[in-house]
């Protein structure tokens, strides 16, 4: 599934030949992508207007349209946004949404599996409530500090990857950056967020922004089905210094990886870096 790195990769390469450009139509051929509303509901608000701005929340897009009209879109677990210049008439398979520009050019919604979604909705304040129901501190911004970390973390019982996965805690931390943080920590996933040190939040909050960065210098990770608006791969899958590497050296102390289970996820830690707590 697509990080926030991911995320704002696609946001990053799609921004400069979006912004300032006008939708001159807007089709959805699968109407379980906006569910409950229907295609013609979004093709209705969106039609004509300019874009202003491509944003990102966590892991969704937001492009922000003239008078406060805003397109919130999750890409989930396929899904990709794919960037068609002008003139290109090639086909592409599992198109969910067409957007068309005012100079020729396509945008589209692709996803083999469909979960993919997306809404409109009218006004700043209606944006940002959306967004502060299901997500809490943005990690590369300014408000993700360590004594944020510290308050966010205290007193909970949940194992620390969980706590990384929850959305509403820290929005864009997926399954790979989880565990990339949580290696650079020193970290045990299972260990119990409340318990950590001073020392160990202030740890994890350096090393969440560093893998996040991580992977937003190698352009995201291509271990599925993630491509660039182009079509490129991004190369972070590469550089992973735990995730998915399970019986390879540990790159800091040569101990092998391991694989286990955390928050219902597969998880990669080394057993001597990062210490198991006790009765986990
Ligand atoms: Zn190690």
Redesign the pocket.
Same mark, same amino acid.
């Given at each position: 599934m697509p990080e926030l790195p991911e995320v704002e990769t696609i946001r990053g390469k799609l921004a400069p030949h979006l912004q300032g450009r006008r939708i001159a139509a807007f089709e959805v051929p699968d109407a379980r992508w906006c569910e409950p509303a229907a295609p013609g509901e979004l093709a209705d608000a969106l039609a004509g207007r300019r874009i202003e701005r491509v944003g990102r929340r966590g892991k969704y897009f937001d492009f922000e349209l003239a008078g406060e009209v805003h397109l919130v879109m999750h890409l989930r677990m396929t899904g990709n946004l794919l960037y068609v210049p002008p003139g290109d008439d090639a086909e592409r398979p599992y198109v969910r949404v067409r957007i068309a520009l005012d100079d020729g050019a396509t945008v589209l919604f692709t996803d083999p599996r469909r979960f993919g979604t997306g809404l409109v909705l009218l006004g700043d304040a209606a944006r940002d409530a959306y967004f502060d129901a299901r997500l809490g501190v943005e990690p590369l911004g300014p408000d993700f500090t360590p004594a944020a970390l510290r308050e966010l973390a205290r007193g909970r019982r949940a194992p620390v990857k969980a706590f990384l996965l929850s959305q509403e805690r820290i929005a864009g931390v997926g399954n790979i950056y989880a565990d990339e943080a949580l290696?650079r920590a020193r970290i045990h996933p299972l260990r119990p967020v409340g318990t950590l040190r001073a020392a160990q939040i202030e740890a994890l909050h350096g090393a969440v922004v560093e893998s996040l960065q991580a992977g937003i210098d190698a352009r995201g990770a291509s271990i599925d089905d993630f491509r660039h608006p182009d079509g490129a791969r991004g190369s972070f899958q590469d550089r992973f210094l735990v995730h998915r590497r399970e019986g390879e050296p540990? !790159? =800091?102390?040569?101990?092998t990886?391991v694989k286990l289970r955390a928050a219902g996820r597969g998880t990669y830690v080394? !057993? =001597?870096?990062?210490r198991r707590p006790r009765g986990a």
């Open positions: 290696f540990c !790159p =800091r102390c040569g101990a990886v080394c !057993p =001597r870096c990062q």
